[in-house]
């Protein structure tokens, strides 16, 4: 259908052409491997730095630097986040294992699920949270959400002791998560305050990434264009006459779910309409 729209307003398609370098002078002109050529305006879309091995390349942000434009340092987002070697020594043999969890950094939480991977943690609430986290900063997991964990045992009946606890998270829980838990927490004494220290770290599981996964995993690249060099409408550059910016390329970053494909389509159209 697109190919048809195009073949309908004349446009010509060039496959495997790299643009290597763009000019001002009256007009833009653009030089590629095979050919140069002048056009009135240019139009980059040259998304994001991830997957390189897809095509990715730095293009666009270079040609926001060359003619003066902001451009916000860029970094990997909605990406899984990689354990440093203890955490991967506690967790990392659990791959496969997923549940639902919040997980929270910065001022930001998700509720989805959380995927435990061979070298850290993915799933949609990690990807998620992984476009807000900041090297160094702690994620927070909270492996209950909405329900309780241990704290039934406060005040109850039933033996207070390792058997009784691993049992109960085991029904709240993937088992194999819900024993390593225990393995790994089991509080020396089962006091109630002990059983509401073990519930409290169930809820707000503090995890440091060691890092992402980077650029080869990276469904988006957060950062780029500055929105304020755009105009909102047309998306030219306010200060640039003729060059546009859309898509990845530019500053905006989506949730998952679609909303970086939008993004990408609504601001090209917004620019096709201008020129
Ligand atoms: C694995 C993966 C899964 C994703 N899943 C989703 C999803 O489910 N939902 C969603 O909304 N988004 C998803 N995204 C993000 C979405 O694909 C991008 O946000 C969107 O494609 C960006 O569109 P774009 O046109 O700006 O750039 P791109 O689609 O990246 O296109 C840019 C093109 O420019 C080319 N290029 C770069 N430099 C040059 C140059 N110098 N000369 C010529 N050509 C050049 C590149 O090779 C590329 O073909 C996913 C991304 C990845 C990597």
Not at 2 to 14: K, N, P, Q, S
Not at 150 to 169: E, F, K, P, Q, Y
Not at 193 to 205: C, Y
């Amino acid at each position: 259908m697109l190919e048809e729209e195009c073949r309908a307003a004349g446009v010509r398609i060039f496959l495997n052409t790299r643009v290597q370098e763009i000019q001002r002078d009256s007009g833009y002109l653009i030089r590629t491997n095979e050919a140069a050529f002048g056009a009135p305006v240019v139009v980059i879309a040259t998304g994001g730095l991830s997957i390189p091995k897809m095509g990715a390349t730095r293009f666009g942000y270079d040609v926001a630097k060359q003619f003066g434009v902001r451009v916000h340092e860029c970094r990997p987002a909605l990406v899984p986040l990689t354990l440093g070697a203890a955490d991967r020594d506690r967790y990392c043999d659990l791959s496969g294992v997923s549940t639902e969890v919040v997980a929270a950094s910065n001022g930001h939480s998700f509720r989805e699920k959380m995927l435990i991977t061979h070298r850290g943690l993915s799933g949609p609430a990690i990807l998620q949270i992984s476009s807000y986290w900041q090297a160094g900063e702690p994620v927070s997991i909270d492996l209950l959400p909405g329900t309780q964990g241990v704290a039934a045992l406060c005040g109850s009946n039933t033996n207070r002791d390792i058997n009784s606890a691993r049992s109960l998270l085991r029904t709240r829980l993937p088992i194999r998560l819900a024993d390593r838990w225990m393995e790994l927490n089991a509080p020396g004494r089962w006091t109630n305050r002990d059983l509401i220290a073990l519930e409290e770290h169930l809820h707000a599981w503090k995890v440091v990434p060691s890092g992402t996964e980077g650029y080869e995993k990276a469904e988006v690249t957060a950062g780029g264009v500055d929105t304020d060099e755009l105009s909102a409408k047309t998306m030219e550059c306010r200060r640039v006459p003729g060059l546009y910016f859309v898509g990845e390329v530019v500053d905006v970053t989506g949730h998952l779910g679609g909303f970086n494909f939008q993004w990408a389509w609504a601001s090209g159209f917004s620019a096709g309409v201008a020129v």
